[in-house]
């Protein structure tokens, strides 16, 4: 089982639409989640922590399920400039500074 | 506040050739992390430097290797390059307070041909 599982995608929605992406990891020592954003050829970006109580920024919510090892992500309004690639990131473990990173789900927001 | 940058941008070279990768970490962070993405896929952690010392390793081989600077910054050296190491390398900085926090560079695209 790979470490950090995301949908393959990729996802094609309209605009102003709510899309969900899933992310499963396997250490059940993680502590720190993420998503991170990459556009193409670019770096990843930071796009916001989660955290066990859920956390939004915006049209963005995210929420962690310690129990299921399961993280996910909502975008609602969905924007042409939300279109890239969304990465889950867990780090590995209690006072790690690994970074394990997802495949990426790459998103595409039509007009 | 600079953010982190990595040079050079683009880089092509053959089997068997060796090669640097340059980084200078965001302004105010200790901590480097070099990262390897290859076409399609996520990042995979490569190593980690603090204070000048190694502080964590990914399932890399010992032909990957690192320093840091008493600035901070970083390199990272390959050796005798594979067709398979090219990649978009990415290094990362972040504060030692919170180091899974962690803020990347542009990455420096090696083709190995």
């Known amino acids: 089982r790979k470490e950090v599982e995301q949908d393959p995608g990729p996802f094609n929605v309209p605009e102003g639409a709510t899309v969900a992406f899933n992310c499963t990891y396997s250490?059940?020592?993680?502590?720190?989640f993420f998503w991170y954003r990459q556009d193409c050829r670019k770096e990843p970006k930071l796009l916001m922590s989660v955290y066990s109580s859920g956390n939004e920024d915006g049209r963005f919510t995210a929420q962690l399920n310690r129990a299921s090892q399961y993280i996910s992500l909502l975008i609602r309004d969905s924007k042409l400039s939300d279109s890239a690639t969304y990465l889950c990131v867990v780090n590995s473990g209690a006072g790690s500074y690994q970074l394990t990173f997802g495949k990426g789900t790459k998103l595409s927001v039509i007009p | 506040e600079t953010g982190v940058t990595q040079s050079p941008t683009h880089l092509i070279k053959t089997r068997g050739q060796q090669v640097t990768l340059r980084c200078s970490s965001q302004s105010g962070h200790n901590t480097v992390s070099w990262y390897q993405q290859a076409l399609g896929q996520g990042p995979q952690f490569i190593f980690q430097?603090?204070?000048?010392?190694?502080?964590g390793r990914g399932n890399f081989p010992p032909r990957f290797s690192g320093l840091q600077f008493p600035n901070y910054s970083s390199e990272l050296n390959v050796n005798a390059l594979e067709l398979d190491d090219s990649a978009l390398y990415l290094c990362a900085s972040s504060d030692s307070s919170s180091t899974d926090t962690q803020y990347f560079g542009p990455g420096t695209r090696l083709t190995v041909l």
């Open positions: 250490n059940s020592a993680s502590q720190s």
């Open positions: 430097y603090y204070r000048e010392e190694e502080n």
